[in-house]
């Protein structure tokens, strides 16, 4: 493998972080998902316009109670019950005011079926990345902020992806989000500029302003404000530079190409629509550190930390018939007996020998297994889709 191939590979090592980087030197947070519930109603926090909802008379505030005749389990059984329904179908609501209506329903044949958004507030979703990281869903009426990361050389890289269940454009900026220690004391955000600076020193800011430009012209332009977007190449006034500026020029290139490619920048989400990009952060002292995003009027946060095993206890028995009910590809979270927590996608179950498998995203092999008598307890939890440009977090 040539030099330029090495570099560009190591770029984008794990689909997060555009440092490269021995897989080693990668330290994986958990997003704390605290104790929360799905709320155990749909309550509409949001219509879009034109939608079917609309046009059958459903209303910000109404709660669905029955699809076609059937109780939904809780909120976001109401999302799985309209994806399955027939095109015309009818809901029974409750309107805010008590009244109650049956609406007849002609639901779009793709996604958003129905058009209206169930407010999951309170509700922390974990889930999994399509790079193998944990990741944690919170949501504030008609938005939805989902949050990844990884520390490395250094920096945090967080993945950070936003909803727009709104009515309106919905202007996302990484000045919309901030990050505090375990003190409340806030931590300095890096731009990418800032970042390319710290890594490579001023050749590296350099190679980002190239490939950000590039991108902006083959793009077309994303219609942020001129002073928003970076095209400095200085890194004076910074008191790290050139973190491994040892490293050869193709190495630097490949993740400037990265972070041009990959980063958040200042952007506009239609209705319906998702943004997804990497923000950026030295690494804190100590943990944990919250990051805090602040959008559409909602404040929306997640506490990140080192990777915590699970303290809940499941007997083999138990083991047996959760691996046994799995199918293939769904993503688990395992808690071995000596504490430690891998996270990854089920491949299949040897029940004879009592031995899970697991595919991995790390190491050289690309699976990995676990006997039963070796886990603690296992738990299914949400896998994030690759960079939708819908927001199906919470929308029908």
């Known amino acids: 493998m040539g030099a330029m191939n090495r570099a560009a590979g ?25 104790d929360s519930r799905i709320p155990s109603e749909c309550k509409i926090a949001s219509v879009l316009r034109d939608s079917p909802a609309q046009r059958a008379g459903l209303e910000t505030g109404d709660t669905i109670q029955t699809v076609n005749g059937v ?29 109650t209506k049956n609406l007849a329903v002609t639901l779009n044949k793709t996604r958003p079926r129905l058009g209206a958004v169930c407010d999951f507030s309170g509700w922390r979703k974990p889930g999994l990345t399509s790079a193998g990281n944990e990741s944690v869903t919170v949501f504030g009426g008609p938005i939805s902020f989902t949050a990844s990361g990884i520390f490395e050389k250094k920096l945090a890289f967080m993945r950070v992806r936003v909803g727009n269940n709104t009515n309106d454009n919905l202007s996302v900026d990484p000045a919309q989000f901030a990050a505090y220690d375990a003190g409340k004391n806030p931590l300095p955000m890096l731009t990418p500029h800032q970042v390319m600076c710290f890594l490579f020193g001023e050749k590296g800011a350099q190679y980002l302003n190239a490939r950000h430009q590039q991108k902006q012209t083959m793009d077309g332009d994303t219609g942020a404000p001129a002073e928003a977007q970076e095209t400095s190449s200085s890194c004076a006034g ?6 491994v ?14 972070l041009a490619k990959e980063s958040l920048w200042p952007t506009t989400v239609k209705p319906g ?10 690494e804190p002292a100590a943990l944990p550190f919250t990051l805090s995003a602040s959008l559409a009027g909602y404040n929306l946060a997640v506490t990140f930390g080192e990777i915590q095993g699970s303290t809940k206890v499941m007997s083999i028995d138990e083991l047996s018939d959760f691996f046994n009910a799995e199918k293939k590809g769904a993503p688990l979270r395992i808690t071995t007996k000596k504490g430690r927590v891998f996270v990854g996608k089920f491949l299949q179950y040897d029940d004879d020998n009592e031995r899970a498998w697991f595919q991995s995203n790390s190491g050289l092999l690309n699976s990995v297994s676990y006997p039963l008598k070796s886990i603690r307890s296992a738990e299914s939890i949400d896998q994030v889709p690759e960079k939708p440009t819908t927001a199906t977090d919470h929308i029908d």
């Open 238 to 243: 910074m008191t790290t530079v050139g973190h």
């Open 71 to 99: 109780v939904p389990k809780n909120a976001e059984d109401v999302s799985d019950l309209i994806g399955k329904a027939p095109e015309a179908t009818t809901l029974a609501v409750t309107a805010a005011s008590g009244q």
């Open 273 to 282: 629509e998702t943004v997804d990009g990497l923000i950026y952060l030295e």
């Open 10 to 34: 190591a770029a984008i090592l794990l689909g997060l972080a555009g440092c490269a980087a021995p897989r080693q030197d990668i330290r994986r947070l958990t997003p704390a998902t605290e």
């Open 245 to 258: 500026s040892g490293a050869d020029v193709q190495y630097a290139q490949a993740n400037a190409d990265y």
